[in-house]
């Protein structure tokens, strides 16, 4: 059964720093792209940041560009969110999401995507 798994989220004071994991299990070849995305509290589903994972190609949102880094670690088929500068704003729930190889890679728009993990919670409090 093919599925991404998220870790490492937590509390963290403004200014803080995080890094989330994304995992892939079940499934040994690579994604085509991973995307990290995002829900605040009464807030819609954002893109936060998409990597693929064969070229060097990766952007990121706007709000996060800066502080957000997105790293991947081929042999641990694991995809890391590095959030430096955290805000408040950045308080969340964060998913990794994957799309397969031969599909068109959603980039920053939260639909069409293979596969989504459970989710992991961020909060950005003093």
């Known amino acids: 059964r093919v599925q991404t798994v998220e870790s490492g989220g937590g509390l963290v004071q403004p200014g803080g720093s995080l890094r989330l994991s994304c995992a892939a299990s079940?499934?040994?070849?690579?994604?085509?792209?991973v995307g990290w995305f995002r829900q605040g509290p009464g807030k819609e589903r954002e893109g936060v940041g998409v990597t693929y994972t064969r070229i060097p190609n990766t952007y990121y949102a706007g709000s996060v560009k800066g502080r957000f880094t997105i790293s991947l670690d081929t042999a641990k088929r694991t995809v890391y969110l590095q959030m430096n500068d955290l805000k408040p704003e950045d308080t969340a729930i964060y998913y990794c999401a994957a799309a397969m190889p031969g599909r068109a890679c959603p980039l920053l728009v939260p639909y069409n995507w293979d596969y989504w993990g459970q989710g992991t919670q961020v909060t950005v409090s003093s």
């Open positions: 079940g499934y040994t070849y690579p994604y085509n792209c």
